[in-house]
């Protein structure tokens, strides 16, 4: 039981400095490969410790980890990057709700394309130079990662 305590307790330590990092951070850029270090220094500390201690259930918990590495990660990437569908969530927050074109007229006033082109700019994945946007390392390894996705779950590009 301990062992998986501190597992757990290893993960939410990387995931707490991860969210401090991104919070306090002057620059508003992806920080998926910042959490990828975190969290393998925190595992490389729980598999010492571990090892140290001939804890049992060490290889499950690993596994455990792992596993949630990712799972963060899409949470992390999807709150960051506003979808379309999140700005209509968030036009319709009124409790009394909202009509169809307040929801349009809503959406217009967020200019939804050069919002969206500023908010993948701002966060690492494109590079504007002049009238051309290009994808960064990161942009291409984030597309990359979306379409093997897709890909798997049967979906287009739209999602």
Same mark, same amino acid.
């Given at each position: 039981?301990?062992?998986?305590?501190?597992?757990? +307790?290893?993960?939410?330590?990387?995931?707490?400095?991860?969210?401090?990092?991104?919070?306090?951070? &002057? *620059?508003?850029? =992806?920080?998926?490969?910042?959490?990828?270090?975190?969290? %393998?220094?925190?595992?490389?500390? +729980?598999?010492?410790?571990?090892?140290?201690?001939?804890?049992?259930?060490?290889?499950?918990?690993?596994?455990?980890?792992?596993? =949630?590495? &990712?799972?963060?990660?899409?949470?992390?990437?999807?709150?960051?990057?506003?979808? &379309?569908?999140?700005?209509?969530?968030?036009?319709? %927050?009124?409790?009394?709700?909202?009509?169809?074109?307040?929801?349009?007229?809503?959406?217009?006033?967020?200019?939804?394309?050069?919002?969206?082109? *500023?908010?993948?700019?701002?966060?690492?994945? =494109?590079?504007? %130079?002049? *009238?051309?946007?290009?994808?960064?390392?990161?942009?291409?390894?984030?597309?990359?990662?979306? *379409?093997? +996705?897709?890909? =798997?779950?049967?979906?287009?590009?739209?999602?």
């Amino acid at each position: 039981m301990i062992t998986v305590l501190l597992c757990a +307790f290893s993960f939410v330590c990387a995931t707490v400095l991860h969210i401090f990092a991104c919070r306090y951070s &002057p *620059d508003k850029n =992806l920080k998926s490969k910042l959490f990828l270090q975190i969290s %393998a220094a925190f595992l490389f500390v +729980f598999i010492v410790v571990s090892l140290h201690f001939t804890m049992p259930l060490m290889w499950a918990c690993i596994i455990i980890y792992i596993l =949630l590495v &990712p799972a963060y990660l899409v949470v992390y990437v999807t709150t960051e990057l506003v979808s &379309p569908s999140k700005r209509i969530l968030m036009s319709v %927050a009124n409790p009394q709700g909202v009509t169809y074109a307040e929801i349009i007229e809503y959406l217009e006033k967020e200019n939804l394309i050069t919002s969206r082109l *500023d908010e993948l700019v701002i966060s690492g994945c =494109l590079t504007r %130079a002049g *009238d051309w946007y290009i994808l960064t390392s990161s942009g291409r390894s984030l597309a990359a990662f979306l *379409d093997i +996705f897709g890909k =798997l779950l049967g979906r287009g590009v739209g999602g």
